[in-house]
């Protein structure tokens, strides 16, 4: 017991309260994950949200009128970049688990020197990463073909961090709980996409009526402007 105390002390000494040299080597691991297959993981989810705009654009056509004061292309281009930012933050958390439970290689962290807390937040702060540049390269791309006003850059910063933070967390009790990509592709199909698609994306909830308004209002994917 003396020995186990000694070894536990020198363990505080050498790694601290936070092992912060872990933490981030499982940072930088969770972030090259998805550079190494950029086009799967950061080009992708720009081909489709272009897509989507696209699409509505030529259906819609000059048909649909302004809203909110903006035209519809206007209105709906930010709406697919926070879509594609949620997405993909909830897949890099859940996929990062579900993968490494597959290949039988979570061992692996299990049995590094880290606590749960600096698994999780290594993790999560990854899935973060991967949205924010994401939601870069959308924005920029966007820009080029759609006029964009951009009015608060500390309240886009702050929506998009802590908007993908929650939902890279989901992603990662997500991940914890499944035991096959079937019980994953359940929560994406039932939960996130429907909630994704209802949060006010492709609309304005005025066009609700009033009982609508206040389910949707509950909806964690929907903000008031």
């Avoid at 933070?165 to 009790?173: A, E, K, Y």
């Avoid at 994953?184 to 698609?197: E, K, V, W, Y």
């Amino acid at each position: 017991m003396v020995e186990f105390k000694k070894k536990y002390k020198i363990g505080v000494l050498k790694f601290g309260w936070i092992n912060y040299t872990g933490l981030i080597s499982l940072y930088h691991r969770e972030c090259s994950r998805f550079f190494i297959v950029w086009a799967q993981t950061l080009l992708s989810p720009l081909v489709s949200s272009l897509l989507f705009l696209s699409v509505l654009t030529l259906a819609l056509g000059n048909e649909r009128g302004d809203i909110l004061g903006y035209s519809f292309i206007t209105f709906l281009a930010p709406g697919l970049i926070i879509q594609s930012m949620i997405l993909q933050s909830f897949s890099h958390s859940v996929s990062s688990l579900m993968i490494s439970k597959m290949q039988g290689n979570i061992v692996d962290i299990l049995y590094a020197p880290l606590s749960a807390f600096e698994v999780s937040f290594a993790i999560i702060i990854a899935a973060v990463t991967r949205s924010i540049i994401i939601g870069i390269i959308s924005a920029i791309v966007f820009l080029i073909i759609v006029e964009m006003p951009i009015k608060n850059l500390f309240y886009i910063f702050y929506s998009t961090f802590f908007g993908s933070f929650f939902i890279g967390s989901l992603g990662f009790v997500t991940g914890l709980w499944a035991t096959k990509f079937d019980h994953t592709a359940t929560i994406t199909n039932f939960i996130i996409q429907p909630l994704s698609f209802l949060s006010g994306v492709f609309y304005t909830i005025d066009r609700l009526p009033l009982f609508f308004q206040k389910v949707s209002a509950l909806n964690p994917f929907f903000s008031y402007n």
